[in-house]
């Protein structure tokens, strides 16, 4: 059993380290150590990783340099930690070598976030709240971020979802216990990666709302209604406007249902009418002065 402890982090650029200092690979090793690290426990088909790796070659050149591949992989690894990183399944399959004691970053942050999701998000208790905290700290980009390579966008968006998720619960958690700074930190992270979402947008007004910051309510409904009119050019959905006429007048509780939705917006409608009279009047007024 290999002593030496190594992680991989794959949040961001991929980077080996040995205790908290960079093993420096080149960049073909690093990507193809992330490949590896994604892969299942019985490892990857040669002929798999070949076609994916180096899709722009024919078949029996592609294998060519995979061999070539992981050979730099282990010789780079073994010389600068003493660690043979590449295993070998079989013949035709290929893995990073099981007997590494290797932490994988996006393994962690999963173990760190999934428990916690089996809670409803004001529900939390402090440590789930705490881990999903500790999740979120472990981000420095996207998964591998320099790759676009088909074999990793699926992996990337699930654990894209994850981060969104884990920021979700905690800005809710934050509402829930009359935190506003907290929401609006975490709210701010989740909305730079995802500002058209208007279920976060929702879920912020009614966190600012439990969090007794009826300004912030306001102010987060603005922002919502701006992003989508200069991004798209079109209004918030009806439950989010609906949302906030409820918010404004003190209510919480579950969405409400389709009927009750439509009177939430005919009565928002009625209170816009009733606001553009009393401003056609004041203007009336003003004109009269001059």
Not at 85 to 104: H, T, Y
Not at 142 to 161: F, H, K, N, S, Y
Not at 211 to 240: N, Y
């Amino acid at each position: 059993m290999v002593a030496t402890q190594l992680t991989l982090r794959l949040m961001g650029a991929p980077t080996l380290l040995t205790g908290d200092a960079p093993v420096a690979l080149s960049p073909g090793a690093s990507l193809l150590c992330a490949y590896l690290a994604l892969g299942p426990k019985e490892g990857r088909s040669r002929d798999v990783a070949a076609a994916q790796l180096f899709t722009d070659c024919p078949t029996t050149s592609a294998r060519r340099r995979l061999n070539t591949a992981l050979w730099r992989l282990r010789n780079e690894v073994r010389e600068r930690t003493g660690v043979d990183i590449v295993g070998a399944v079989g013949a035709q399959r290929v893995s990073l070598n099981s007997a590494v004691d290797m932490a994988l970053d996006a393994r962690v942050f999963e173990e760190l976030v999934t428990p916690a999701f089996a809670s409803k998000a004001t529900e939390l208790t402090k440590e789930q709240a705490g881990s999903l905290e500790a999740a979120v700290r472990m981000r420095h980009g996207q998964l591998i971020e320099a790759c676009d390579e088909e074999w990793v966008l699926a992996e990337r968006a699930r654990i894209e979802d994850l981060y969104l998720t884990a920021l979700d619960y905690l800005l809710q958690y934050y509402g829930a216990h009359g935190e506003p700074g907290a929401v609006a930190k975490y709210g701010d992270m989740a909305l730079a990666l995802e500002p058209l979402r208007e279920d976060i947008h929702r879920h912020l007004m009614t966190a600012y709302s439990a969090a007794k910051r009826d300004d912030l309510v306001e102010r987060q409904f603005e922002r919502c209604r701006a992003v989508l009119l200069e991004e798209l050019g079109a209004d918030p959905l009806p439950e989010t406007v609906a949302l906030y006429s409820r918010l404004r007048r003190g209510e919480s509780g579950p969405s409400p249902s389709v009927g009750a939705l439509t009177q939430e917006l005919e009565r928002a409608r009625r209170e816009i009418a009733r606001l553009s009279e009393i401003v056609d009047r004041a203007i009336e007024h003003v004109a009269r002065l001059s």
